[in-house]
T-cell receptor
Framework: ELKVEQNPLFLSMQEGKNYTIYCNYSTTSDRLYWYRQDPGKSLESLFVLLSNGAVKQEGRLMASLDTKARLSTLHITAAVHDLSATYFCAVGLYGNKLVFGAGTILRVKS | GAVVSQHPSRVICKSGTSVKIECRSLDFQATTMFWYRQFPKKSLMLMATSNEGSKATYEQGVEKDKFLINHASLTLSTLTVTSAHPEDSSFYIC???????????????FGPGTRLTVL
């Protein structure tokens, strides 16, 4: 059974600071997704990582994938309040199924 | 703009009644749609995979007779919660797998979700 572990589960950070969210998974996969969810809303796709060593950046967020270590990271640079949300990683399985991590609640304080 | 819609966005029903939730892909054909449920402050749990023209595949522990899924066309899947009870109250989210012109391949697009409250 695939397990997807995110940490930390809750992150409170000051504006302007940097931090990394980690996503570890227990079985082979070459597809890793990051999503953002605002309270009461559905999921917004942030990144799709499809190969070992993939790195993608959008604004203050950068995601990477190491399939050998079964690890993906979401790095936040110079956080701003608008980044406050819940962030999920999800691992792709056969049949295009996704298994989600528990989510990281991010609160950026001014 | 939104590429997957869900209807209704919120529904309140009495215990014992049935509720139908629609999921539509708006700008692409989705051969596969997925249904998830999410409890407050929790992650998404896959309930079932819906393929157009065939029976849905349910995840372990999900009652197929309670959560009826129909994928009648390449742009529409429906989830019917039959004989709903308060423990069925949850946030139900659908997603559709497909490719938008110019978009990333092999990605799922999520609907806005339906909040079901069973009294």
């Amino acid at each position: 059974e695939l397990k997807v572990e995110q940490n930390p589960l809750f992150l409170s950070m000051q504006e302007g600071k940097n931090y990394t969210i980690y996503c570890n998974y227990s079985t082979t996969s070459d597809r890793l997704y990051w999503y953002r969810q605002d309270p009461g809303k559905s999921l917004e796709s942030l990144f799709v990582l499809l190969s070992n060593g993939a790195v993608k950046q959008e604004g203050r967020l950068m995601a990477s994938l190491d399939t050998k270590a079964r690890l993906s990271t979401l790095h936040i640079t110079a956080a701003v309040h608008d980044l406050s949300a819940t962030y999920f990683c999800a691992v792709g399985l056969y049949g295009n199924k996704l298994v989600f991590g528990a989510g990281t609640i991010l609160r950026v304080k001014s | 703009g939104a590429v997957v819609s869900q209807h209704p966005s919120r529904v309140i029903c009495k215990s014992g009644t049935s509720v139908k939730i629609e999921c539509r892909s708006l700008d692409f054909q989705a051969t596969t749609m997925f249904w998830y449920r999410q409890f407050p402050k929790k992650s998404l749990m896959l309930m079932a995979t819906s393929n157009e023209g065939s029976k849905a595949t349910y995840e372990q522990g999900v009652e197929k007779d309670k959560f009826l899924i129909n994928h009648a066309s390449l742009t529409l899947s429906t989830l019917t919660v039959t004989s709903a009870h308060p423990e069925d109250s949850s946030f139900y989210i659908c997603s559709a797998r497909g490719e938008l012109a110019g978009g990333p391949r092999d990605t799922q697009y999520f609907g806005p979700g339906t909040r079901l409250t069973v009294l």
